[in-house]
């Protein structure tokens, strides 16, 4: 189980808006950074998001992160086929003193 | 452009020390930067195992901690991982990274290497 929950999947049709969740608690969304990851089958995951929702350079304006509370959101809009992976979200806890990730969601575009 | 690379044995046995080695290519890791591991079993999720600063500084994962050491050689330009006491639970792809810090909970993971699988059997 990991301590930060996302859906096992999403997906949607090219051009839409897709979103996908990440569900924590006080002491690791509640309290700090939320950081996201994209990871295509048999790759090593790569950086996409960071301090919530901040893009690093060269990840396109397509991407989005959000956070409220204990949650946060990546939304991808204009949604591509080359779109299609694996997305984690990631948060550091201040109980376990550790960096902790969701389970991921597999994103599909159908 | 920074680039890793995990290198190591691919077969581990049960009770043995697992240890990998990550090259790096593009940057000194005797300049600055956190260098880390993040391990993912097959079909699963990340989990993180720990990172390493320059001088040597590290910070590992509780549940990992007491198997786990982290090293540094700046006269090769690479760091290593040693994970102690295997079992199947440990097989998974471990990945090394670069980690930019600011503080604590707040540091990114980037660039990964292409990850090297390790499983642990007999």
């Known amino acids: 189980q990991s301590v930060l929950t996302q859906p096992p999947s999403a997906s949607g049709t090219p051009g839409q808006r897709v979103t996908i969740s990440c569900s924590g608690s006080t002491p690791n969304i509640g309290s700090n950074y939320v950081y996201w990851y994209q990871q295509f089958p048999g790759t090593a995951p790569k950086f996409l998001m960071y301090?919530?929702?901040q893009r690093p350079s060269g990840v396109p304006d397509r991407f989005s992160g959000s956070k409220s509370g204990t949650s946060a959101s990546l939304a991808i809009s204009g949604l591509r086929s080359e779109d299609e992976a694996d997305y984690y979200c990631?948060?550091?806890?201040?109980?376990?003193?550790?960096?902790?990730f969701g389970g991921g969601t597999k994103l599909t575009v159908l | 452009q920074v680039q890793l690379q995990e290198s190591g044995p691919g077969l581990v046995k049960p009770s043995e020390t697992l240890s990998l080695t990550c090259g790096v290519s593009?940057?000194?890791?005797?300049?600055?930067?956190?260098w880390g591991w993040i391990r993912q079993p097959p079909g699963k999720g990340l989990e993180w195992i720990g990172s390493i600063f320059r001088t040597g500084g590290t910070y590992y994962n509780p549940s990992l901690n007491s198997r786990v050491t982290l090293s540094l050689d700046t006269s090769v330009n690479q760091f290593s991982l040693k994970l102690s006491s295997v079992t199947a639970a440990d097989t998974a792809v471990y990945y090394c990274?670069?980690?930019?810090?600011?503080?604590?909970?707040?540091?990114?993971?980037?660039?990964w290497g292409q990850g090297t699988l390790v499983t642990v059997s007999s």
């Open positions: 990631a948060a550091w806890d201040d109980s376990l003193r550790a960096w902790v």
């Open positions: 990274t670069r980690v930019t810090w600011y503080q604590i909970g707040d540091n990114w993971f980037d660039p």
């Open positions: 301090r919530n929702d």
């Open positions: 593009g940057y000194s890791i005797s300049r600055g930067y956190y």
